[in-house]
Every structure is written in C-alpha cells, then in structure tokens.
C-alpha cells in the first residue's frame, strides 16, 4: 500500500522559514519523480515544486522561485521542501504526490493527507 505522510508544517511570522518532509513506504521511491502542491483557503490546488526521481533536476513555481527548495534522500525515501522568507500568500495545505513517471510531470497517483503551513504575525 503506497503511502505518503508529511510533517513540518505549523504557524510561523513572516519572513520565516519551514522544512516539510515527506515519508514515502510502498513503492520504490527512488523510481518516481515527486511534487509538491499547496491548496490555499478557498482556492484550487496550486502546483509547488517537483524533483525527477534521482534528485538531479527540479522545478519550481515562479511564486516560490528563489525561497522555497526541493530535496529527496533516496535513501531514507523521504522529500523534503525547504520554505525560507515565508509570506503570508504561503499560507495553504502542503500535499507532496507521487509522479507516474521518473521524470516530473503534472499527474500523479498518489497523495498525502497534508500538512497546514501557515504563515502569520
């Protein structure tokens, strides 16, 4: 049974920062590339970030280009994503997703339950 469970999130002031991570068990994680994707209140699911499966190339939302950063330890079949000069336009539920594929792509078949990031003074 394909699981993913993230772990990180919390309430933090602005201009702060956050490490979610994201434990993967019943797939060979180090096969499928990974994403991240937040739902803010009251809007549709906003794609994040994504990292081909070997972690040699990622991708990035121009909204969170420069702050937020992607990572994979293959090893220990866990993705992180790294969230530094948090805003308040960060605030939303964090889902990481399982890609089809090796490299990154917009569809997946898997997702966590979330993790809420909020970002607040």
């Known amino acids: 049974e394909v699981q993913l469970v993230e772990s990180g999130g919390g309430l933090v002031q602005p201009g702060g920062s956050l490490r979610l991570s994201c434990a993967a068990s019943g797939f060979t994680f180090s096969s499928y590339a990974m994403s991240w994707v937040r739902q803010a209140p009251g809007k549709g699911p906003e794609w994040v970030s994504a990292i081909n499966s070997g972690g040699g190339s990622t991708s990035y939302a121009d909204s969170v280009k420069g702050r937020f950063t992607i990572s994979r330890d293959n090893a220990k079949n866990t993705l992180y994503l790294q969230m530094n000069s948090l805003k308040p336009e960060d605030t939303a539920v964090y889902y990481c997703?399982?890609?089809?594929?090796?490299?990154?792509?917009?569809?997946?078949?898997?997702w966590g339950q979330g993790t809420q990031v909020t970002v607040s003074s």
């Open positions: 997703a399982k890609g089809l594929l090796r490299v990154a792509g917009r569809k997946y078949d898997y």
